[in-house]
Each structure stands twice: as C-alpha cells, then as structure tokens.
C-alpha cells in the first residue's frame, strides 16, 4: 500500500530532551513537509523540503530540525530549544505535478 | 501576508439538513485551494483542489466551488458519518501553503 507513514503515534519527552520524529512515504513524492497543530489553530509549517538534501525553513522553525538524506524519509528533531513542543504534529508529501498534499496520522508528542 | 478564515468554527447539523461552510483567503497569486477532511487524533484526508474561480468539484455529499475571495464546501443531506473537522487551504506561487483553523462538523441522527 502507498502511504505516509509516522511514528511513533505517541510520544512523551522530558523537558531538556531532544526527540526525533519518523516520516517515510513510499508515494515517490519530491516535496515532504512537517507541520505542527494545537487545538483551535491551522495547521502552521514547520519546515519543508522540495528535493534531496535541501529543505527550507517554514514559518515556525525555531527549536527544530530536520534532514533529508533519502527521498523517502524526512525525520524531524523536536530540540529542548523548542519552549512549547507540547503538540500534534503532521508530516505530508506530494510531487510537482499535482499539488496537493497528503498526510501521515500524526504523532502526538507530550512533554512531561 | 496571505490569509485563510473559515466559518463558522462549529457547525451542528441533524440528520439530512443541509448546509454550507466557508472559506474566505486572502493570497498573491492563488495555485490552487484545497478542501481536507479530519478526524479526531489522525492526519486531514485529502477532498478536493479548485484552481480557479467558477470551477466546482463534487465528491458524494459534499460539493466544492471556488471564487475570486472565497470557497465553499455545500453538504447535502448531511450523515453523522460526516462530522469532522473541514480544513481549507491555499497554496500561492511561491508553493507557501496556508491552512486555515477549521470547521467543526458535528451531523446528529
């Protein structure tokens, strides 16, 4: 089955910690994005990447990263810079012809 | 700055009544707007793309169109397997994807 696929669906973090977020699509889409949603906001971007080891930084980007080694794969790093990482977050895929995007199930990371 | 507002922000329907969300944006340059639909705790499912004014999509119960300054995604005959949040964006030239905040859907029996 072509799909996104995010993991883990829950996680919990320390303050202080820095966390990793998995994203891989097998859809052969060039452009990947992270986005983050809190109750009652859009969905607001966090970074995307168009190609292979390139990606650029979205409207939120403070106290993340992310890389872009694989096509595939597109992981994104909750830092302890990040003040308020408390949230869902949304990984998408889609290719240049068409453009929409479509979407992973989300990871519901917790600071406790 | 590009801009998307939804409304309303809930919606509570009964069974087989019919109705209307709207999605006003503001953007330069429009590519395309997208109708998604979300259910509690998963990732928005992909409706529709409307890439210019007049155009109309239709997918079961729901119908997208497209204006100038606005869409709107028309129910009909609404089921309670239609409640969910409804989240509209636009994407500009420069691929800037913008997503509004949402509308609430809930359709009672």
């Known amino acids: 089955d072509g799909g996104i696929t995010q993991s883990p669906k829950y996680l919990f973090r320390k303050e202080g910690q820095n966390v990793t977020l998995s994203c891989e699509q097998n859809l052969n889409h060039d452009a990947m994005y992270w986005y983050r949603q809190d109750p009652g906001q859009g969905l607001r971007l966090i970074y995307y990447s168009q190609i292979v080891n390139d990606f650029q930084k979205g409207d939120i980007a403070e106290g993340y990263s992310v890389s872009r080694e694989k096509k595939e794969s597109f992981p994104l790093t909750v830092t302890s810079a990040q003040k308020n990482p408390t949230a869902f977050y949304l990984c998408?895929?889609?290719?240049?012809?068409?453009?929409?995007?479509?979407f992973g199930q989300g990871t519901r990371l917790t600071v406790v | 700055e590009d801009q998307v507002t939804q409304s309303p922000e809930a919606l509570r329907l009964q069974e087989g009544e019919s109705s209307s969300l709207n999605c006003s944006y503001t953007v330069s340059g429009l590519r395309g707007l997208f109708w998604y639909r979300q259910d509690p705790g998963k990732g928005p499912e992909f409706l529709f793309t409307?890439?210019?004014a007049g155009e109309e999509k239709e997918k079961e119960r729901l119908k997208a169109t497209l204006t100038k300054k606005e869409s709107f995604l028309h129910i009909t005959a609404p089921k309670p397997e239609d409640s969910a949040t409804y989240l509209c964006a636009v994407q500009a030239h420069n691929n800037d994807m913008r997503f509004g905040a949402g509308t609430r859907l809930t359709v009672k029996p």
């Open positions: 409307l890439y210019s």
């Open positions: 998408a895929s889609g290719d240049r012809t068409n453009t929409e995007a479509f």
